[in-house]
């Protein structure tokens, strides 16, 4: 394998909730599949969560598997217990359900420059697509990404993915006034790269919900509102930014 510097390394940080069934097919697709990886960290709100249960059977990675209890609660909780604790500047976050978009990590990675800090995967254009899920799930997402789309044209197509590339040192820009239920602080970190003009790219992935079965956490009236919040918080429009 490919020997890659601590710059060109990159911190995966993996939010968690009873994801065993996921992981042990995940992380050791990581393995094989990506070279830039430096460390895994896997964390979840509670030390007898079941994602932790595959601790003896990921041994033998080429890449540090660190096992982290949530120093909140919930997913942005999770998110910032990573950030802290990761060894290298670049982070990029994936949900443990995804398989597939693992393949895209190191594009996802070697697309981070001084001139380009934030990375989103996206599931709805350049070839990008999702299956299954839920249907209420998928038509909140796909609706609301058509209108950040108009509200910030020109900058990524899939605002509301987990999937996010960025460096380390940004966190601070990126996480300013993220909270909430669910996946919307990824919502958070995408409208604070675009409003500090951090440069912003995308990269295609193909999303399956699920793969390994298990129980989605979303809440369609819980997420509503909090993805709500957000877009009404006060983030300037594209036009207003000129």
Request: contains cysteine; hydrophobic residues 40%.
């Amino acid at each position: 394998m490919k020997e890659f510097s601590s710059i060109e390394r990159v911190s995966v940080i993996i939010p968690c909730r009873n994801e065993f069934q996921s992981l042990i097919f995940s992380v050791p697709f990581m393995s094989v599949t990506c070279n830039t990886i430096g460390e895994v960290l896997i964390i979840a709100d509670n030390p007898e969560d079941d994602s932790f249960k595959v601790k003896d059977l990921l041994l033998f990675q080429n890449f540090d598997v660190k096992f982290l209890v949530n120093s909140e609660i919930g997913i942005f909780g999770a998110i910032k217990t990573g950030i802290n604790s990761a060894q290298f500047d670049k982070c990029l976050v994936i949900p443990a359900d995804e398989l597939l978009p693992i393949v895209k990590i190191d594009e996802m990675v070697n697309c981070l420059t001084p001139t380009t800090r934030f990375v989103s995967a996206t599931r709805n254009s350049c070839g990008g697509r999702r299956f299954g899920g839920n249907i209420f799930e998928k038509f909140f997402s796909n609706s609301g990404n058509l209108v950040l789309k108009i509200l910030y044209p020109s900058t990524i197509h899939d605002f509301t993915t987990g999937i996010k590339a960025f460096y380390k040192s940004d966190w601070a820009i990126l996480s300013e006034d993220a909270d909430g239920k669910g996946w919307s602080c990824a919502l958070v970190f995408s409208l604070n790269a675009i409003r500090n003009n951090l440069g912003v790219g995308q990269v295609p992935v193909i999303s399956v919900d699920r793969f390994a079965g298990g129980q989605s956490s979303f809440s369609l009236f819980g997420w509503m509102w909090s993805y709500l919040r957000v877009l009404f918080k006060g983030y300037p429009s594209a036009s207003e930014r000129k």
